[in-house]
């Protein structure tokens, strides 16, 4: 539809949900433009969000004053404030819609946005559907979510609650006149809605009725990704949910044209960055194990897709593991080192306090001292554009459709594994989602990294050969190719002819005790790049599964296969086969571009087992594929997290310092100070006028030599940001 037609038929769109929930316009209606609306330039302003989530006791509790004069402390210049949905703290006119028990004749959300307009910040309000009271399922039992075995969803953590659904008319009727209301009285800029999709499958009348509609199936009983009416549930529930997206959308707008819904999540990446004109990121905090730069990560995931629209990231200062201790506080340490990685990937910092008391103020110093940090380099973090030459896919219609088979779990890993490397050795780079490979989205690249994408459709495949065609380079690993975008296995590579192998017929694994030939007897510029670091020994660990391939052309042999041998008793752990030729490298120049597969699961192994030579080998095969001068180099001890980043009249390189002996299990205990040098090449027709490091406040010496520029860091502590001011030529 075009934007007139979409607005005009809201009124009919809204009566349908209320009449028969948001399945009824199964499919993707496009949001307004939001160069429709001058007044949307508020969506770049703020850049440090403050959120306050109250609970329902917090009216006539709390202290608002004591708040506001922390948000002004900290430069906070966005607020991201609790409202309605489960609980309403205003005095609500809609029946059935909560009142907190506490709030009496007191009107505690508005006195807050008062105060926070005052001090001129941007204002978010936050709205919770997922739950609701005795009184509302009396009133509308249809309403709430329905197990497989027909009974009404208690709440799981707080069975006085009700779970409603997230298909039918509560969220398409009762919030959408929640929402209205609130535009009405406080006129944000805009809804936040928490826990709004729904949890697992819900078999209340509704999505019986809509599902069966929609497919003429029955709705799956069990989750089971690969089960096609799974699939088509999931599809279907997408279809619902984007629904409900443009229904709440286009009736804010009507409120306020500036105004915009943000859903907290949405399960398709594409979708969130063609729909969304900004969208805060729920990655509060770490858990389990789980690396600090994973907040990096989904940063990046989400930056493919939206590109430079404003990402906030929101994180909690207290500990986030599965029993939800939701008023205890991080270690300052953990705290730092996670807003630091979403910061220097391109994400703005927001973070989350629940209830409005604090009984443990120590995360407050924490937060002062990065927001008050940020505040004085704004104008360094208001990035343009990322400078990164690597981009590393990631396939959502993978991650839906393959797996099944046991040398296909833990997918996820291989991401991990390549991840991880590049952090380790200092790469800049960036996410690519796999559905967005046209020369457009791809230009700024020279290097693609397939880890495992194993399910990719012929034009797909046909758009990572004109990528080499163009003169970029590919590295992929195991599958990668072998399925089509359904998860329907091929019979050979979809990207063969790019590889020059063909898919012998079967995946070998797992390997015990088999190893990889470095054959330093080969001796050319290929292999000693390829062998870097690795000299003082004839063979490292293999791999754990490896795909069979058949070689279709003449490639070096620089890793070649030593095959499994037993491993017990111990007088038998010697090789019955000393040596091969099967390849577990094959790497080839294609015009200008470079190719290597690795047949192996090599960047799963390495995230599985984090050896070393796995990391080291895979790195070197990262730079031959390259094949360029990186854009800067970072030496010294240590690991450090590296990002390049341009912004209008400067450029700027975050290191992320994450070397601590809790680096893969938090929370950290404290912060370990390194050093660094740090060489930038400088952009084409630019010069140099100066040199800073903006955390510690230092201005650097500095000389360009041959277009580069080397400076010294003395000291990284969590974050450290080196800052070149530009002039163009």
């Known amino acids: 539809m075009k934007r007139r037609e979409f607005i005009r038929n809201a009124g009919l769109i809204g009566s349908t949900l209320a009449l028969t929930g948001p399945s009824a316009l199964a499919t993707s209606l496009p949001l307004a433009s939001p160069g429709d609306n001058a007044g949307a330039y508020w969506l770049d302003g703020p850049m440090r969000w403050a959120q306050l989530a109250f609970v329902e006791r917090d009216p006539g509790h709390y202290d608002p004053d004591f708040w506001l004069a922390y948000f002004k402390r900290i430069h906070a210049d966005g607020a991201l404030l609790s409202a309605g949905g489960v609980v309403a703290f205003y005095p609500t006119n809609i029946p059935l819609h909560h009142r907190s028990d506490f709030l009496g004749n007191s009107d505690t959300l508005g006195d807050l946005v008062d105060g926070c307009k005052k001090q001129g910040m941007k204002i978010m309000l936050r ?8 009184d509302m399922y009396e009133a509308h039992p249809d309403w709430i979510a329905v197990t497989a075995d027909g009974q009404p969803r208690r709440h799981w953590a707080n069975p006085a609650l009700w779970v409603t659904c997230a298909l039918g008319p509560y969220n398409a009727e009762f919030m959408t006149r929640v929402n209205g209301e609130i535009m009405d009285r406080y006129q944000p800029e805009g809804i936040f809605s928490n826990r709004w999709a729904g949890h697992d499958i819900c078999y209340c009348e509704h999505c019986i009725r809509n599902f069966n509609a929609a497919t003429g199936l029955g709705l799956p009983r069990k989750i089971d990704r690969l089960d096609p009416t799974y699939r088509q549930w999931t599809d279907w529930r997408m279809k619902c949910l984007r629904s409900v997206w443009a229904l709440w959308d286009s009736e804010i707008r009507k409120k306020r044209p500036a105004s915009r819904f943000i859903p907290n999540g949405f399960p398709d990446k594409i979708v969130t960055g063609r729909e969304a004109d900004l969208f805060f990121a729920d990655q509060q905090a770490r858990r389990g194990l789980m690396a600090p730069w994973a907040n990096g990560k989904g ?17 909690s200062v207290g500990i986030e593991e599965e029993f939800r201790w939701k008023d205890s506080v991080q270690s300052d340490a953990e705290i730092r080192i996670w807003v630091a990685e979403g910061t220097a990937n391109g994400m703005r910092p927001c973070f989350v306090k629940f209830g409005g008391d604090i ?32 981009g590393v896919v990631y396939s959502e219609q993978t991650d839906r459709n393959y797996g099944g088979k046991p040398w296909q779990q833990k997918s996820s890993d291989h991401l991990d594994g390549m991840y991880h490397t590049l952090v380790e050795s200092r790469i800049p780079f960036d996410m690519v989602n796999d559905r967005l490979l046209s020369p457009d989205d791809l230009s700024r690249f020279k290097l693609l990294i ?8 012929d034009a797909q495949c046909n758009q990572l ?34 590889f020059g192998v063909s898919y012998g017929g079967k995946v070998e694994g797992p390997m015990r005790n088999s190893y990889l030939q470095l054959r330093h007897d080969v001796t050319n510029k290929q292999t000693t790049q390829i062998l870097k670091g690795l000299a003082n020994t004839p063979r490292i660990i293999n791999a754990i599964h490896k795909v069979d391939v058949t070689p279709t052309g003449t490639f070096p042999s620089p890793v070649t296969l030593i095959p499994t041998y037993p ?17 577990e490298l094959y790497m080839r120049q294609a015009g200008k571009g470079r190719v290597a597969y690795i047949p192996g699961d090599l960047d799963r192994s390495f995230w599985q087992l984090m050896a070393t030579d796995h990391g080291q080998l ?4 990262i730079e031959w594929a390259l094949d360029e001068a990186p854009v800067v180099v970072v030496t010294g001890p240590g690991v450090i997290d590296v990002t390049v980043w341009q912004q209008a009249t400067t450029m700027t390189v975050h290191l992320v310092n994450l070397t601590n002996p809790m680096m893969m299990k938090g929370p950290f205990r404290e912060l370990i100070p390194v050093a660094a040098q740090v060489t930038i090449q400088v952009p084409a027709g630019a010069t140099v006028k100066a040199a800073k490091l903006l955390m510690s406040g230092q201005k650097l010496p500095f000389a360009v030599t041959n277009g580069k520029i080397t400076v010294n860091v003395p000291r990284i502590l969590d974050h450290e940001i080196v800052a070149l001011d530009l002039a163009v030529l």
């Open 127 to 134: 709205t919770d559907p997922h739950a609701a009271r005795q």
């Open 359 to 390: 009984y443990d103020k120590r995360w407050m110093e924490a937060v002062a001292t990065l927001y008050e940090g940020y505040h004085k380099n704004e104008t360094y973090l208001r990035n343009t554009a990322s400078l990164a030459r690597v």
């Open 450 to 457: 397939l880890p495992n994408i194993a399910a990719l459709s």
């Open 465 to 498: 050969r004109a990528f080499v065609d163009r003169g970029g380079s590919v590295v992929a690993t195991f599958e990668t190719s072998l399925y089509d975008e359904e998860g329907n296995p091929r019979a050979d590579f979809g990207l063969a002819s790019l």
């Open 567 to 583: 491993d017990l008793p111990m007088e038998d752990v010697y090789p019955r086969v000393s040596e091969t030729n099967t390849r």
């Open 618 to 621: 895979l790195r070197n095969v």
């Open 299 to 315: 940063a990046k995931e989400l930056r493919s897709t939206l590109g430079m629209k404003p990402l906030i990231g929101i994180f």
